[in-house]
Structure formats: C-alpha cells, structure tokens
C-alpha cells in the first residue's frame, strides 16, 4: 500500500517558494524581451525590407523548428567554445525571449496583415509618416486581436521554464527535484510542483487576458 507524505515537500516550502520566484522572474523578463523582439520581427517581416525580412524569416524557421532544450543547451554549453560563457539564469533569460520572440513575430504579423486597407489609407490621407501609420494606427490595434494568441504563448514558455533546471537554473521544477533528492518522494514532490505550475499559469492567463487590453486601449 502506497502512503503518501505530503509534509514531507512542503516542510521546504522555502525552497518551493524561491523556485516559485525564479519561475516567474523568468516569465515577467522573457514576456517583455519577447514581446518586443516579436514585435520587431512582426514588423520586419510585415513591413520591413527585404533583407531584414528574410533574416527575420529565417531566425523564426531557426526557433519554431528546433525543440526549446537544444536552443537552451546551445546557449549554456555552446557558446562558451565560442568565448561567450553565460550564468544559467542569463541562459534561460535569453533562451526563453528568443523562443518567445519567433512564436510571437508570427502572430503579430498575422495581426498587422489583417489590418484593414481603408485604415492604411486613413492614415495615409492625413500626411502621417510610414512609421507614424504603423505605431499609431496599425499596431494597437493588430495587438489588441492577436491578445489572446500572445497570451497562451507567454503561457507556454512560463511552463517550458520548466526545462530551465536542467542547467541549475533554482526555478520551480529544479527546486522540486532537489526536495525529491533529499527525501526520495519522487511522486509527492512532483504532484505538488504540478498544483503551482497550473496556478501559476492561470493566474499569469487571467492577469494579461484582464490587463493587456486595458493597456492597449489606454495607447
């Protein structure tokens, strides 16, 4: 008969707590870095030249076609053969905005793209500069519809962070595996972790589906 011990997970709840803090930590620094970065390539591949389109292009090809372990990994153990040696925090920073930052592009140029013509012209008629259309005119609005696909993709890389204790960076799934390393109650400690990963991801969903488009319409 299987006898199970909570109380032996959550008497380090300290450490659960901490992991907790570094998991979204993560999430609040990757949303903001990727949410500009997709921004960015959204325009570039909407709006830009062509050469920054096609460099845009290939980078999101590059991220949406490899698995976010590998992008994680090259980054902590590639680049040092390359003389760039970054901290495991720095990495996972940097590892989930460029993964943010692809999935993002894609979806916010779907939103520029379904601009209306009318509101281009609109724009146009009033002697507004290119980037004046697209800043005042094109963008809020495309974010605004695209809102809730940005929303369940910020999700999914705050739940793909979980990967990040793979190289020791102190978030939540690593804290989980350490607790397990200390007591051995492997099933507890991951039944638990899976309650904050599942609140922590609908308290971050309701908290941007509630706030984002607040802000937007504020612009």
Same mark, same amino acid.
């Given at each position: ?61 590059? #991220? ?72 005042? #005119? ?15 993709? #910020? ?46 991801? #609908? ?17």
């Amino acid at each position: 008969m299987i006898t199970l011990d909570f109380a032996a997970v959550l008497v380090d709840w300290p450490l659960l707590l901490r992991g907790m803090a570094w998991t979204t930590a993560l999430t609040l620094a990757a949303t903001a870095g990727g949410l500009a970065l997709g921004v960015a390539c959204g325009w570039a591949r909407a709006w830009g030249p062509r050469p920054l389109a096609t460099a845009a292009a290939v980078y999101v090809e590059l #991220i949406r076609n490899t698995p976010f372990i590998v992008q994680l990994f090259f980054l902590f153990f590639g680049l040092p053969a390359a003389g760039f040696a970054l901290s495991p925090e720095t990495a996972s920073v940097l590892a989930m905005v460029l993964n943010l930052g692809a999935y993002a592009g894609e979806i916010v140029r779907a939103g520029i793209e379904s601009t209306p013509p009318g509101q281009l012209e609109a724009g146009h008629s009033l002697a507004l500069t290119r980037w004046q259309v697209f800043s005042r #005119i094109v963008l809020p609005p495309a974010l605004q519809r695209v809102w809730p696909a940005l929303t369940s993709q #910020i999700v999914i890389v705050m739940l793909g962070s979980a990967v990040c204790g793979q190289i020791s960076t102190p978030e939540l799934s690593y804290a989980a595996n350490l607790i397990h390393s200390r007591n051995f109650r492997a099933f507890e400690a991951t039944l638990v972790a899976t309650a904050l990963y599942l609140a922590l991801a #609908i308290v971050l969903r309701q908290t941007l589906l509630y706030a984002g488009p607040r802000l937007l319409r504020r612009r």
